[in-house]
């Protein structure tokens, strides 16, 4: 079957916004504001601006890459989200014109493409948008099969007083892939949202970024810059292009 870049967004943009409300995006605007240096960015899964539009509020040129035209509706509708300039398209393989000085493929979205074929011919597409000496910033989560149980797992996200989000998977390991489902109950009831992944471990982001011609620069356990070590869960990976000889 076929890849489809738009239908992540088709299921999801409608509640998007308030699904993830409680994740705070200062510390990754602060980060990617340092690592741009006042040079333009592009954001692979742009998504509905969280991170573009106050990156934009810092003086900041963002363009952007999102497969569905509803996640892209939902950015239009927000202040300043019409000025930024955004192509439809698998961000895998879509261009967008210029060279930028920062890439940023964020909230664990590397992940949303089918297999790893897509996955190298991804970091291939940011090396290709970079100019000389421009970075590539990845945010995954470190995959853990070993917390699944018979291969599935059910787990809290958010429990909050006027909304719960639980999250159930089922993991494929010969594939490096989950299904998965987060199911969102609130006052308006039951919402589904679907979310397949394909899972790599950060060394093999490495080695798919040295495929691209890109060398990692930083990894950190989060935004904030805390150390990667054996305990994190998650990591912000930084790869960049060399300077022009």
């Known amino acids: 079957m076929s890849f489809d870049a738009s239908e992540y967004g088709r299921h999801v943009a409608e509640v998007y916004d308030e699904a993830y409300a409680h994740l705070t995006p200062d510390a990754a605007v602060e980060r990617l504001a ?4 006042g040079g333009p960015v592009c954001e692979f899964g742009i998504g509905t601006g969280r991170l573009a539009l106050p990156l934009v509020a810092r003086g900041l040129t963002v363009a952007g890459i999102e497969g ?10 927000k202040p300043g989200g019409d000025a930024i300039e955004v192509a439809v398209g698998d961000f895998a393989e879509t261009r967008v ?12 979205t590397i992940f949303a493409l089918p297999d790893q074929a897509a996955q190298v011919a991804c970091f291939r597409n940011a090396a290709a948008h970079l100019r000389p000496g421009g970075r590539f910033v990845v945010e995954a989560w ?13 787990r809290p996200v958010r429990v909050a007083e006027d909304a719960v989000l639980l999250e159930a998977a089922l993991l494929h390991p010969a594939e490096q892939r989950m299904t998965t489902t987060k199911v969102r109950l609130s006052s308006a009831g039951v919402q589904l949202l679907p979310a397949n992944h394909r899972y790599a471990w950060p060394a093999e982001l490495d080695l ?3 495929l691209a011609g890109l ?7 989060d ?13 912000v990976s930084v790869y960049r292009r060399p300077e022009r000889a």
């Open 34 to 37: 340092a690592l741009a240096d």
């Open 97 to 108: 014109p210029g060279e930028f000085a920062l890439v940023v493929l964020a909230f664990n």
């Open 215 to 221: 060398r990692r620069e930083h990894r950190w356990a």
């Open 142 to 154: 470190v995959p853990d099969p070993g917390a699944f149980r018979a291969g599935g797992a059910l």
């Open 223 to 235: 935004w904030t810059g805390r150390p990667f070590t054996d305990d994190s869960r998650d990591h």
């Open 208 to 210: 798919m970024a040295e």
């Open 68 to 77: 569905s035209p509803e996640m892209v509706a939902g950015l239009r509708e």
